[in-house]
């Protein structure tokens, strides 16, 4: 059923035994091929017990909210896009990787500033002026 592990980057692997692969039938058109053929993939990849993820990578992975992680922490993909059960294979496999390598990236911490003295006086000149257009529209200011 494998066909080798998951590369994600040179450091970073899943095995082929980690990956659980069901094939169903696919929605949607396909004529009558779509009733007999089992093309598409649903694909199981357990991050919350997986030995071969590093620990903070996988806690960023299981703090995302994605509606395809469920309670136990299992990742599931299902992919359909394709006419041939390889293709969607394939695909399935892609998008576990694109998931895992989005949560590689570290985001950087945010800093906490604060406005500058100028930035202040001109976000309150701005208030001042607009205040005093809509006061000049209220004084009876009629064209005469």
């Known amino acids: 059923m494998g066909s080798g ?9 899943i095995p082929d035994d980690e990956l659980v692969e069901r094939f169903v039938r696919a929605s949607g058109a396909g004529g009558q091929n779509v009733n007999k ?14 030995p071969s993820l590093p620990e903070p990578l996988r806690a960023r992975l299981l703090a995302r909210r994605d509606r395809r992680l ?6 599931v993909i299902e ?8 293709r969607n294979r394939d695909d ?7 998931f ?4 590689l ?31 000049g529209r209220s004084r009876g200011s009629h064209w005469e």
């Open 92 to 98: 399935a496999r892609d998008r576990l990787a694109a």
């Open 79 to 86: 992919a359909q896009r394709f006419r041939t059960q390889e």
């Open 37 to 50: 053929v089992a093309t598409a993939v649903e694909l199981r990849f357990d991050l919350a017990n997986s």
């Open 100 to 103: 895992v390598a989005a949560g």
């Open 5 to 13: 592990p998951l590369h994600i980057t040179p450091t970073l692997t």
């Open 70 to 75: 469920t309670d136990d922490g299992v990742l």
């Open 105 to 135: 990236s570290v985001p950087k911490p945010r800093v906490a500033t604060k406005p500058s003295r100028a930035a202040k006086q001109r976000r309150l000149t701005a208030k001042r002026e607009r205040g005093e257009i809509k006061r």
